[in-house]
């Protein structure tokens, strides 16, 4: 019995020991202080950038002639090389001239035969005049040689014209190059026949140096630009001396800068987009007429522009582009945006950022509106943290 009662005091002793433990511990945690993270930011700095824009285009030859004969007859001979450069004026065809020949020396002749009537006229229309003047003969017979002698005059500019006429006809049988340039194949053999303003070229000569590009642009892109500049947004004057650069179908850059040469003053509409044409040096002739490009042409200069890094945007359930900052209290602050376009791996921003602001970038996951943080460099991040 003595034993029992012992062992219950033992017990319950135990018991109460473990219980005043327990609530000890308890009073003693302290509470749990707010935890401050360590975030990465890039501090916005507005600067002046070039703006650019991307649009497609095509290679249009700056000059470009199909080859006609203004003559009729038979080709005699082909005088150039397929595919090779011509100089303007240099002789492509040479067609059969005997004819021509035949008709210069017709007219020729008429001009001699003139010459003489005129001889004879000139001299019978002065013998009459003297003549008249002692009642030798009439007045109409005075009349009649000088109109002889007039209408002799007159015969010889008709032959005169058709010497000329016929003289031009020669040179046409030899068809010549009106522009320099390349020119393509044949379309006709020597022993053709052809026909003046033939619906049929014989060839087709292509300038490809310099050479034109025309690109396309939205009409509301235009507009939009245009508003930019008459309100100060964008400084063009410096961008009109700006050389348009060029990206060739296998995504290289074309190595001559070609220049802005003119907008179409109307808008195609069945595409909404307006013609522009640059200009481009092409020694090497590796723009060919035909070809698809893209082209960055330079829409103005942007002054105090604010670019973000795209890893520090991300957008809301609205899709609105939003970023967090660090306010000056070093509390989160989330700010909702509004952008431009993307340039690199930054967004050029319009609204909701200023020069000066942290841009949290680095750390997002970790931290919420109103969270206090510990803002480090973006590129010290990694060891803050490590810390």
Not at 192 to 203: D, P, R
Not at 311 to 340: I, Q, W, Y
Request: overall charge positive; proline content about 4%; charged content about 20%.
């Amino acid at each position: 019995m003595q034993r029992s009662r012992m062992f219950f005091f033992a017990v319950s002793a135990i018991a109460g020991a473990v219980t005043l433990t327990g609530c000890g511990q308890s009073e003693q945690t302290p509470t749990q202080a707010a935890k401050v993270s360590p975030v990465g930011v890039v501090t916005l700095q507005s600067q002046s950038i070039t703006l650019t824009k991307e649009l497609p285009g095509r290679v249009t030859a700056a000059k470009a002639a199909e080859i006609r004969p203004q003559v009729n007859g038979i080709i005699q001979s082909r005088l150039f090389a397929e595919g090779t450069e011509v100089k303007q004026g240099q002789a492509l065809y040479q067609i059969d001239p005997a004819i021509y020949e035949a008709q210069v020396a017709t007219s020729q002749a008429a001009i001699k035969k003139a010459e003489a009537s005129i001889a004879n006229a000139k001299a019978k229309s002065q013998r009459y005049a003297d003549l008249l003047k002692i009642k030798a003969v009439s007045q109409q017979d005075y009349d009649e040689a000088d109109a002889a002698y007039k209408g002799a005059q007159a015969d010889l500019l008709s032959a005169q014209a058709a010497l000329k006429t016929a003289q031009i006809n020669l040179n046409y049988s030899k068809v010549l190059s009106p522009i320099s340039g390349r020119i393509g194949k044949s379309n006709v053999t020597v022993g053709a026949l052809v026909s003046a303003n033939q619906a049929t070229a014989l060839t087709r000569v292509t300038q490809l140096d310099p050479i034109y590009v025309d690109l396309t642009q939205s009409s509301s892109e235009l507009t939009r630009l245009k508003k930019a500049i008459a309100t100060g947004e964008l400084d063009k004057n410096t961008a009109t001396h700006s050389g348009v650069e060029l990206k060739m179908e296998d995504g290289s850059t074309y190595m001559h800068k070609g220049t802005l040469q003119f907008s179409e003053v109307t808008v195609d509409p069945s595409t909404g987009s307006v013609t522009l044409r640059a200009e481009f040096p092409n020694p090497e002739k590796l723009l060919l007429p035909g070809m698809y490009v893209r082209a960055v042409v330079v829409e103005g200069i942007k002054a105090n522009a604010i670019l973000a890094p795209q890893r520090g945007v991300s957008r809301n359930t609205k899709g609105e582009p939003t970023a967090m900052v660090v306010s000056k209290d070093n509390t989160v602050e989330a700010r909702v945006l509004k952008t431009d376009r993307s340039i690199g791996s930054n967004w050029l921003i319009t609204d909701g950022l200023n020069d000066g602001d942290k841009l949290i970038v680095e750390g997002l996951q970790k931290i919420a509106p109103g969270a206090p943080v510990n803002a480090v460099p973006a590129e010290s991040t990694n060891t803050a943290q490590a810390q």
